[in-house]
């Protein structure tokens, strides 16, 4: 089993930054993919970014530019720096953890963005 423990959420204004962290623990493999979902109110969660051990990252287009995704392997952690911002990025952010056919989910942080 693998656990995810998100933290970093919180309320920032406009143009704000903020940075969220994932902790894994448990049977984690050497080759996964870990990233981040959002999901704001009456929404689907939606990809926000991944990357993959060797280092591949994949970023929606509404954040590319002000999101940067990265890990550190030896500490199972993966990070998502969030620059500049805005209202709509206003949601639950869910960790999660792809390796060989599972996926395991955070409990969720949620951002606020709002003045």
């Known amino acids: 089993q693998v656990q995810l423990v998100e933290s970093g959420g919180g309320l920032v204004q406009p143009g704000g930054s903020l940075r969220l962290a994932c902790a894994a623990s448990g049977s984690i493999f050497s080759i996964n993919t870990m990233g981040w979902y959002r999901q704001a109110p009456g929404k689907e969660r939606e990809l926000v970014a991944t990357?993959?051990?060797?280092?591949?990252?994949d970023y929606t287009d509404s954040v590319k530019g002000r999101f940067t995704i990265s890990r550190d392997n030896a500490k199972y952690t993966v990070y998502l720096q969030m620059d500049s911002l805005k209202p709509e990025d206003t949601a639950m952010y869910y960790c999660?953890?792809?390796?060989?056919?599972?996926?395991?989910w955070g409990q969720g942080t949620q951002v606020t963005v709002s003045s």
């Open positions: 999660n953890l792809r390796q060989a056919v599972v996926i395991y």
């Open positions: 990357m993959s051990s060797g280092g591949t990252t």
